[in-house]
């Protein structure tokens, strides 16, 4: 499930009209799961809000009643009119237009459409308010259960999908609580109230005007059914055409690297020919539904038209009252095609609200105990006994690791991709919980300690570089956020950062952009060393912490790590044996085992797989394998 889902929502626009939302008569939704469950748990996060919600309901009855009543008022100031021209036509004495009469309905009128017109808005105004207080709730609680979700959580997903649903779903819950729900309650008081006024003045006109639905219905379903596919094609274009973009936006050096600018060119173009074929079809298709929905209204209108001036002539219904109904008649579609509509956006947000309850529902890092211990003075004493660990239930990665690290000793990783390195230091940092044995930090078994006070022990250097939207300095604090700027200084200058960070135009005050690409990657690994050098720890992690930087400086980092390094217990994972060869303690690692430990000099006496390791960085000869 790895989308970047931006919900499309067709034809959500306030007001309507005769042509809302034709397009999403035919889009195809993406519907939840549980539809019944996943609304009683949206509609728990509404509970607060219930004298609110009870305000908007009323408001939104009481403005759409004056907006249902102005035809029917309207219509008897066309009888008074009619009356009035038609006693000059037969030449009565004192015959005349009651001009006083209409003014009192006009005023009456604006008056009602003035309070129809506040109502509305105040309805609006709370359910904002509802709307936004809502989502807010749901973000900060995703907030929250980001923060504890455990690290295979986000080994295992894509951060466009775990992005999609903090921000895309949410948003789409966001707009239809603020849109979509006031317009479903609205468009069902307006059908109600319009029908229940249609019977006041005619149930046989009314009856008539009935008699069409089965022509909508029959009318919306056949083209909805056709239509459909072409939207399915139409999404699936548009899904490869923005996969395709995206790919040759961020490759493009390697594009014009490799000359393969008019092979990707090629691509888009057919890609896009198949959005354009699918899309024109999607919507031509359902563009016909208004037409003939119209067509069906006309219908309905003619016969109404005929039959009301037969009634007239009959004296069985007053002329304003014909008039009335022609205009409740032709506003009899709107709501029926409003709620149609907005009915396909509801199983869309439902299916959003789904995909963010599922987020919400997963399982979090094991709770901390109830008497969680506190190391006040660490000092990076670090066992393993007899660990067992996989990532998968049916297979085991670890099994029976031990390792005695003491106070200040620098211990080296070594081995092929996958041999257990990273999940070493996983397993040490409590991203993952061991099945079995124990680690040990000062004679503390990890999983008494508090996550917090565990991983503040720790210090580390990536390989992959994390800098974040904001100047050098609060990059370089982030390791420490109280530090005086001295100490951050001082820290870029052990880091050898300092140089290159002057040379910059705003030095310590430089933005680094959202992906840190105004500065080189070599100089993002410098600073991030820096981070780790002014937080200070008492164990440093370092994976491959000098794997992007040129030679030079490669010696200049060492020197300023063995510095760093002194008097503090540290785990180096590194694929250069060169640079960890003073290592007290070197652990070679082959599927998630230790196959040997030792020093560089007694494990070259070994003629191992460390030796054979070692020897090929510099003859050029390909290791042994085990």
Known sequence: MSEKHTMKRPGA???????????????????????KGTLKRLLRYLAPHKVKLLIMLVTAVISTLFQILGPKIMGKATTKIFE???????????????????????????????????????????????????????????????????????????????????????????????????????????????????????????????????????????????????????????????????????????????????????????????????????????????PLMMFINNIGYVIICVMGGIMVTKRSIEIGDVQAFIQYSRRFTQPIVQTANIANILQSTIASAERVFELLDEEEEPAEKNEVKHIDNPVGEVVFRNVKFGYKEDMVLMEDMNIDVKKGQTIAIVGPTGAGKTTLVNLLMRFYEIWDGS???????????????????????????????????????????????????????????????RTLPEGYDTVLNEEASNISQGQKQLLTIARAILADPVVLILDEATSSVDTRTEVLIQRAMKKLMKGRTSFVIAHRLSTIRNADLILVMNLGTIIEKGNHNELMELDGFYADLYNSQFTGKSPVTV
């Open 13 to 35: 626009r306030s007001g309507g009209g005769p042509g809302f939302g034709h397009g999403a008569m035919g889009m195809p939704v993406e519907k939840a799961k549980d539809f």
């Open 439 to 501: 680690i040990t930090v000062d004679g503390f078994d990890i999983r008494d300690l508090k996550r917090g006070n565990l991983r503040s022990i720790f210090g580390m250097v990536l390989q992959d570089t994390w800098l974040f939207n904001g100047t050098i300095r609060d990059n370089i604090a982030y390791g420490r956020l109280d530090a005086a700027d001295e100490e951050i200084i001082r820290a870029a200058k052990a880091a050898h950062a300092d140089h290159f960070i």
């Open 84 to 290: 009035g021209i038609m006693t000059k036509m037969k030449g009565l004495p004192g015959a005349a237009i009651d001009f006083e009469y209409i003014f009192k309905i006009i005023v009456y009128l604006t008056s009602l459409y003035i309070l129809s017109a506040l109502f509305a808005y105040i309805q609006q105004f709370v359910m904002a308010d509802v709307a936004q207080k809502t989502v807010f709730d749901m973000r900060k609680d995703i907030d929250h259960k980001l923060a504890k979700l455990p690290l295979k959580f986000y080994d295992s997903r894509t951060h466009g999908e775990i992005l999609s649903r903090v921000t895309n779903d949410i948003d789409n819950i966001s707009t239809t609580l603020q849109q979509s729900v006031t317009q479903l309650i609205t468009s069902i008081i307006t059908l109600v109230g319009i029908i229940v006024m249609m019977f006041t003045i005619s149930p046989l006109l009314t009856l008539i005007l009935l008699l069409t639905l089965p022509l909508y219905g029959f009318v919306t379903k056949s083209i909805a059914s056709r239509s459909q596919k072409q939207f399915k094609g139409q999404q699936k274009a548009l899904g490869e055409m923005n996969g395709h973009v995206e790919e040759m936006y961020t490759g493009h050096k390697i594009i014009k690297a490799f000359g393969r600018e008019k092979e990707s060119m090629r691509k888009f173009e057919k890609i896009n020919g198949r959005l354009y074929e699918s899309g024109w079809k999607a919507q031509y298709i359902s563009g016909i539904i208004m």
